[in-house]
């Protein structure tokens, strides 16, 4: 069975600071995918970034990159530089082999200016 | 492209009633999925469809029911509403293949008295 777990239910971060935010999952499927969701105060989910189970490399967008440790079970999401904009909640999702994509419970972020 | 679309934004319920979630994309996309969100459990996938015709449940089913006639449309049944079902629901839509990020509508908020 897959299952996403992110530890931190809420976190307060400096602006201008980088951000870690958690994310370790389970899944005996050898290939699968990870994303990241951003959900504003406003309701939208906006898609971040995604790395694939295969992928060599850790996968960036911008400000965002996605820190993949395999061994670990982990896909933690860094963001660089942080912004008064990004204080949303946060959720991680997986893709198995079986098609359901599921997400974690999601970790709010505060950034304080 | 209006992306996806979900009707009603909001709606009232009493305990019993049925009623029709309609979702709809007009991306092409042949991966469609249904998210109930409650506070502090994140996304929880009730059903999700791969291509017309095909549907499968996901982490909780209960109380719903779907079908898949067409690539663009993906309803949500509540056969008998139930309190517990009160709670914002997402749809989302993708490109079948792993790595597509999922698009999603804007939620309806369900009521259940």
């Known amino acids: 069975a897959q299952k996403i777990t992110q530890t931190q239910p809420g976190m307060f971060v400096q602006e201008k600071e980088a951000v870690t935010l958690d994310c370790t999952y389970d899944?005996?499927?050898?290939?699968?995918?990870l994303f990241w969701y951003k959900q504003p105060s406003s309701g939208e989910m906006i898609f971040l970034i995604y790395?694939?189970?295969?992928?060599?490399q850790n996968a960036t967008e911008g400000r965002y990159s996605l820190n993949f440790q395999k061994a670990r079970k982990s896909a933690n999401l860094v963001i660089s530089a942080s912004q008064l904009g990004d204080s949303a909640m946060y959720f991680c999702?997986?893709?198995?082999?079986?098609?359901?994509?599921?997400f974690g419970k999601g970790t709010r972020l505060h950034i304080l200016p | 492209n209006a992306g996806v679309t979900q009707t009603p934004k909001f709606q009232v319920l009493k305990t019993g009633q049925s009623m029709t979630l309609q979702c709809a994309q007009d991306?092409?996309?042949?991966?469609m999925s249904w998210y109930r969100q409650d506070p502090g459990m994140g996304l929880r996938l009730i059903h999700y469809?791969?291509?017309?015709?095909?549907?499968d449940q996901g982490e909780v089913p209960n109380g719903y029911n779907v079908s898949r006639s067409t690539t663009e449309d993906f309803p949500l049944r509540l056969l008998s509403a139930a309190p517990s079902q009160t709670s914002v629901y997402f749809c989302?839509?993708?490109?079948?293949?792993?790595?597509?990020?999922?698009?999603f509508g804007p939620g309806t908020r369900l009521t259940v008295l």
């Open positions: 989302a839509s993708s490109y079948y293949a792993s790595g597509n990020e999922q698009f």
């Open positions: 899944t005996s499927d050898p290939s699968y995918g």
């Open positions: 790395q694939g189970s295969y992928d060599q």
């Open positions: 999702a997986m893709r198995g082999s079986g098609d359901k994509i599921i």
């Open positions: 991306m092409n996309h042949e991966y």
């Open positions: 469809s791969v291509g017309a015709g095909i549907t």
